[in-house]
Structure formats: C-alpha cells, structure tokens
C-alpha cells in the first residue's frame, strides 16, 4: 500500500482536489472515498491528509463549512471553489504529460 511518501510531490492535492469535484466532503470521507477508488492501494494518514486539506484551504482551492456528518457528529465539509476547480485542470494536466513520461520511460525495451 502507498504512503504518502510514495507519492509523487503535489499528487495528494490533485487527489483531493479531485475527490471534493465529485461531491463535497469531510476530511474521513475524502479518505474513504481515496481508498474506495484505488482499490485500497493509496492510503493518506490524518496527518497528510488534514495539513493538506488546510493548504488547499488557505489557497483558496477549496473552501470549508461546519456541518453535521451522517453519524451526527460536527464535521468540516470541504466543496470546490471556482479557482480550485481551475487549479484541478492545471493539475490534471501535468499529472496526464508527468505519467505518460514516466510510463514511456518505464517500457523502453532492454538492451
């Protein structure tokens, strides 16, 4: 399983990024939802994922509102802002040239 360690720098922001286009989320959801689609394989620890979330914040990619989770407990809702919604293509675009780079590399013929 991935940590974030693993991960390519500022992937974990175009991840989240993404995650909170789909619907807003709390931060436990945003996690959930991470696990959910990789199929387990990426995994982000509260203590990425919430500096992170911040980050995305203070950027002004996204915004956050109080509200009540589905087990009745107050939860930070992260949505998408207009900017993020923006910052999301520009990342989606490098992450698209960085990973068809690294893919042309990784199946080059050995000698």
Partial sequence: MSKPSDLVQGTLDLLILKI???QPM????INQRLRQISGD????TEGSL???LHKLEQEGWITAEWKQSENNRRA???SLTRIGRRQLQ???ANWNRLSAAISHV???EEA
């Fill in 41 to 44: 394989v990426l995994q982000v």
């Fill in 76 to 78: 930070k809702y992260y």
């Fill in 106 to 108: 990784v199946q080059l």
């Fill in 90 to 92: 520009k990342e989606a």
């Fill in 26 to 29: 709390n931060g436990w959801a």
């Fill in 50 to 52: 919430y500096p992170a």
């Fill in 20 to 22: 909170v286009a789909l």
